[in-house]
């Protein structure tokens, strides 16, 4: 249950979790889950906090969850971070973006290991734009594994970039068991690209950890007015717009400084903004920060600024909130739904839009009619908790687990009739090649030659705890 805004501004509590047929009384059934994304730690973003926090709260409530992705460095091999999460880092190349290449099988021997080693039930891949997800829905399929996928991005139907990542994801969607998109505005987005039947699509949003951000109650106040940035510098988050805000801003308040954390390809833009107009000591580049200096790097600040193109949900912002910052954003994709008016100031997103929205905080924060950082915390923690996104996930799962997989005839008809004939015809050509070398792997490694691996998480997680040395605990990248 989480607060969406309904007509006229008002706010409401709704929820938009899976029913379940099973008795109330009845024992929580447990998963083996496999969470599968390009991006995991030490890469650092929403999607990496989603997992790993989500992760952690499956293990509490006692399912086993591993997760899989491909290997950062020399960061290789099984690693084991809090209460024994296991993660698996593929040597397999990246091509783009810290997304892998994909040929569709070449990571078939790998993931059908893992699966059988691990004993998956559930497959759930995380983010439109990660190969490796991707791959592992279309294995586990072939392999009758269940299979969910989280959705944490928006996409346009007009480029050619869009026009092709959509119909990937018609591919490898139509015969998904469940999707799962963080906003209501994500979720009418990914039924339209991925024409999707409505009622296998759920909303869950992200959440944030109350006590990882918190506002600095004992903060002295000061003559400056400090506008904090924490965002990848990158086109999608506006940077473009970021760099026409900061001369028009501090030209028009002395007063005025930047606090900008992140690191991305647009960085230079902002350092040619800072190097013509001479505002070296007002702007400050922090670079790429570890999950834990984000909090310390926000409650320096009064206002967060957002400068998003799109956004499904966006986490910075409620991590802000949550810190007792008043928010300027612009009014993108899924984020009008995420805050309460009184706590964001909406913008078109334009650099007139966005001065007239700063503007208007800076004029607040100086009459002192902001509300009380320590009462923005509190109302926000209510809003989105880990626990319960756990638990409406769980609700996933459960419904997911009473669906038969489709057999390889429906799959194949499926793909066909949903896909398109040429397009249906390609992949459905894939699937067969795929079912066949999964055929192959099974007469040269049958699974039951397989070692099971030794659960160390979920209902016999406390081998994990007990046993879980400093050393790996020390990897927890929170």
């Known amino acids: 249950m989480f ?39 030490p890469n650092m973003g929403g999607v990496e906090s989603h997992i790993y926090q989500l992760s952690q709260c499956l293990i509490e409530r006692g399912h086993k969850v591993i997760i899989v992705t491909h290997s950062y460095g020399d960061r290789k091999g099984i690693r084991y971070l809090t209460n024994g999460l296991k993660v698996y880092y593929l040597p397999l190349k990246v091509m783009y973006n810290q997304s892998t290449a994909t040929t569709l099988l070449h990571s078939l021997p790998l993931l059908r290991y893992i ?26 399929k072939t392999m009758g594994l269940h299979t969910v996928f989280t959705d944490h991005s928006l996409f346009g139907f007009a480029d050619v970039s869009s026009v092709l990542t959509n119909k990937l994801l018609t591919v490898s969607l139509c015969d998904t068991n469940h999707i799962i998109c963080v906003s209501y505005t994500s979720k009418e987005n990914t039924v339209l690209r991925a024409a999707l039947d409505p009622e296998i699509v759920s909303v869950i949003p992200n959440a944030v950890d ?25 086109y999608r988050k506006g940077i473009d717009l970021l760099s026409g805000i900061i001369p028009e801003m501090c030209q028009k308040y002395p007063e005025l400084q930047f606090l900008i954390g992140g690191e991305g390809p647009k960085r230079i833009i902002l350092e040619e903004v800072r190097e013509r107009y001479q505002l070296h000591d007002r702007v400050r580049l922090l670079g790429a920060l ?27 912002i409620v991590e802000a909130a949550s810190c007792g910052l008043q928010v300027v954003s612009t009014r993108v994709g899924g984020i009008p739904e995420v805050l309460p008016e009184n706590f964001i100031i909406l913008c078109e997103p334009s650099v007139k839009s966005l001065c007239a929205g700063l503007e208007k905080a800076i004029d607040q924060l100086e009459a002192g009619t902001l509300p009380c950082p320590e009462a923005i915390h509190n109302t926000v923690k209510t809003f989105y908790t880990w626990r319960e996104v756990a638990g409406r996930t769980e609700k996933v799962y459960d419904r ?6 489709l057999p390889m005839n429906e799959r194949l008809e499926r793909l066909v009739n949903h896909c398109g004939l040429v397009t249906g015809c ?19 490694t049958p699974d039951y030659l397989i070692d099971i691996a030794v659960n160390a998480t979920g209902s016999e997680g406390a081998w994990s705890r007990k046993h879980c040395s400093r050393k790996s605990q020390k990897k927890c990248p929170l």
């Open 3 to 41: 607060h969406i805004r309904v007509g006229g501004g008002k706010w409401c509590s709704q929820s938009n979790s899976p029913s379940t047929t099973e008795d109330v009384h009845s024992p929580p059934r447990t998963h083996s889950i496999c969470m599968v994304s390009d991006f995991f730690y």
């Open 115 to 140: 699966f059988v080693r691990e004993r998956v039930s559930v497959v759930h891949s995380h983010s439109s734009f990660s190969a490796m997800a991707h791959d592992a829905l279309f294995h586990a």
């Open 210 to 234: 109350p006590t990882d951000f918190t506002p600095d109650l004992h903060k002295e106040k000061s003559n400056k007015i400090t506008i904090v940035v924490v965002s990848r510098l990158v």
């Open 290 to 316: 570890e999950h834990q200096q984000v909090r310390n790097v926000l409650v320096k600040g009064d206002i967060f600024l957002n400068t998003s193109l799109t956004e499904a949900f966006c986490m910075a």
């Open 400 to 405: 997911v687990a009473n669906e038969t997989v």
């Open 426 to 444: 390609i992949f459905a050509l894939f699937v067969v090649i795929s079912f066949l070398f999964l055929l192959f792997l099974r007469w040269t």
